[in-house]
């Protein structure tokens, strides 16, 4: 029911815009947030958004750079990246629960659904 894309090769100093769209029940209000997974490591939280206010959350290894945004009319999320660093190399997945909050919308337990994943890679 999420189906993230956009991911891709780009050289450090670059951007991409991942996408995800969503269907079914995900729609209108829910939060949605990005997490990744580098390799080796634990995902960790990206952003989040939630749905009554488009409140924005950021982990502050992106803050500044990253940007996310939702269309509700599209069921769609986005995660715009800009001054890419190869430490940003990861899976970026993008999940949705109905009960995102302040204080839980970091947490990946919290969320009940999942895309399958993109790939990003960044080159130095």
């Known amino acids: 029911q999420l189906q993230a894309s956009g991911g891709g090769l780009v050289q450090a100093g670059g951007s991409l815009r991942l996408s995800c769209a969503a269907s079914?029940?995900?729609?209108?209000?829910?939060?949605m947030a990005w997490f990744r997974q580098a390799p080796g490591k634990e995902r960790v939280f990206v952003a989040a958004?939630?749905?009554?206010?488009?409140?924005?959350y950021y982990a502050s290894s992106v803050k500044g750079r990253f940007s996310i945004s939702r269309d509700n009319a599209e069921n769609t999320v986005y995660l715009q990246m800009n001054s890419l660093k190869p430490e940003d190399t990861a899976v970026y997945y993008c999940?949705?629960?109905?009960?995102?909050?302040?204080?839980?919308?970091?947490?990946?337990?919290?969320?009940?659904?999942w895309g399958q994943g993109t790939l990003v890679t960044v080159s130095s």
């Open positions: 999940a949705a629960d109905s009960l995102i909050h302040s204080r839980n919308y970091y947490e990946s337990r919290v969320y009940a659904y």
């Open positions: 079914g029940r995900i729609v209108g209000r829910y939060g």
């Open positions: 958004i939630t749905w009554s206010d488009s409140t924005t």
